[in-house]
C-alpha cells in the first residue's frame, strides 16, 4: 500500500504531511495555513490575519497565548542548555564552569525574546493541526 494511499485513510489532524507543510510554513514566519502572508509586522507585532488567505492569527480564545508561551519557554530554555551541553563537551575535561555560568546567565535572559515569533508560529501550526477550522477563523468578521 503506498504512503500516500494510507494517509487518506486518517483524518486530515492526523496525517504527517500535512503537520509538516504546516510546521515549515510556521517556521519561515509564514501563515502556516497558505504560506503567503506574513505572520509578524516587526519582530513581536503579530499581524491580525494572513494578507493571502484571511486567517485570522488569535484564534478567539482569551488563553490562547498560554500555548505560544510554553512552546517559546521550551525552546528557548532548550537552546540554551544545548549550548552549554555543547560547550561543556568542547571545553572537556577543562570545563570553565565560572564562564558557562556567567554565559548561561546573559543568554537565558534574550532567548526568549529571540525564540518569540518562532514559537508563536509553531504554537498557531500546532494549533491548526488538531483543532479543525472554525467559522470565523477566515473572513473579515473580526476587527
Known amino acids: 500500500m503506498s504512503h500516500a494511499m494510507s494517509e487518506s485513510r486518517h483524518p486530515e489532524e492526523l496525517q504527517i504531511g500535512r503537520m509538516r507543510r ?7 514566519l509564514r501563515c502556516p495555513a497558505c504560506g503567503e502572508g506574513a505572520l509578524f509586522s516587526g519582530w513581536i507585532k503579530l499581524r491580525t490575519k494572513c494578507d493571502g488567505c484571511g486567517l485570522h492569527f488569535e484564534r478567539g480564545e482569551h488563553d490562547h497565548f498560554l500555548g505560544a508561551y510554553l512552546v517559546n519557554f521550551i525552546i528557548a530554555e532548550l537552546l540554551v542548555v544545548a549550548g552549554l551541553v555543547v560547550a561543556m563537551l568542547l571545553t ?6 565560572n564562564a558557562l555560568k556567567l554565559w548561561l546567565i546573559i543568554m537565558i535572559v534574550p532567548a526568549p525574546v529571540v525564540t518569540y515569533p518562532f514559537s508563536r508560529a509553531v504554537w498557531l501550526a500546532l494549533d491548526l493541526q488538531f483543532q479543525p477550522y472554525r467559522p470565523g477563523d477566515y473572513g473579515t468578521d473580526r476587527s
Request: glycine content about 8%; charged content about 25%.
Open 22 to 28: 504546516l510546521l515549515g510554513r510556521a517556521l519561515r
Open 92 to 97: 572537556w575535561p577543562d570545563v570553565p564552569w
